[in-house]
């Protein structure tokens, strides 16, 4: 069964740069996988950010960006905040309507 | 204003049966998949499911397949997660999420389903 990985754990200074990365257990992650990434804090339902590997999703700020990079995708935040303190998932779509979530990455901004 | 409205939170015996729901507005419900996505507590996202309202097609995660049924009523512009026999392991939040361009676009407030004798 297809693994989608992502780093448990991030951490990044208030003001500072950081890339999250989602791969495949076995495998490049390309365009059509149709990354896309979405941000959750405790206790609320999930926010989307990116989607279509680098699409920013209606008011999402500028400094929040999706790529490829490598064989991953990748969620870089240009200049983090404070509140950018939450989960991060990626969604990799596997063809035939089958869409996998990763793990997930815990960002600490401090 | 797109939203999805879910069913409120559920308290459950082992064994029982369960139908949980999700009603789209403000977007013509035919045109997009609704998705289930399950959040077990303190755990990630995982991916349960997907249903095209327009015609029924519905595909499954290998995870979830036959462990749960998603079906809809596009007269109602309502989706559906049922068990037919929960277990306690079946205790979480369950997402309806809409797909857009093979991602999420809009997400349902979550349902809160506990599973307990």
């Known amino acids: 069964q297809t693994v989608v990985t992502q780093e448990p754990s991030f951490s990044v200074s208030p003001g500072g740069t950081v890339t999250l990365t989602c791969g495949l257990s076995?495998?490049?992650?390309?365009?059509?996988?149709?990354p896309s990434w979405y941000q959750q804090t405790p206790g609320q339902a999930p926010r989307t950010l990116i989607y279509?590997?680098?699409t920013r999703s209606s008011g999402v700020p500028d400094r929040f960006s999706g790529s490829i990079l490598g064989n991953k995708a990748a969620l870089t935040i240009t200049g983090a905040q404070a509140d950018d303190e939450s989960d991060y998932y990626c969604?990799?779509?596997?063809?035939?309507?089958?869409?996998?979530f990763g793990g997930g990455t815990k960002l600490t901004v401090l | 204003e797109v939203q999805l409205v879910q069913s409120g939170a559920e308290v459950k015996k082992p064994g029982e049966s369960l139908k949980i729901s999700c009603k789209g507005s403000?977007?013509?419900?035919?045109?997009?998949?609704i998705g289930w996505v399950r959040q077990m507590p303190g755990k990630g996202l995982e991916w349960m499911g997907i249903?095209?309202?327009?015609?029924?097609?519905?595909r499954y995660s290998p995870s979830f397949q036959g462990q749960v049924t998603i079906s809809a009523d596009k007269s109602i512009s309502t989706a559906y997660l049922q068990w037919s026999s929960l277990k306690a392991s079946d205790s979480a939040i369950y997402y309806c999420?809409?797909?857009?361009?093979?991602?999420?676009?809009?997400w349902g407030q979550g349902t809160l389903v506990t599973v307990s004798s």
């Open positions: 999420v809409r797909r857009q361009y093979l991602a999420f676009d809009f």
């Open positions: 403000g977007y013509s419900f035919t045109n997009n998949w």
């Open positions: 249903i095209n309202p327009g015609d029924s097609d519905t």
């Open positions: 076995s495998g490049s992650v390309s365009t059509s996988n149709y």
């Open positions: 279509s590997t680098s």
């Open positions: 969604v990799l779509y596997m063809g035939r309507g089958i869409s996998v």
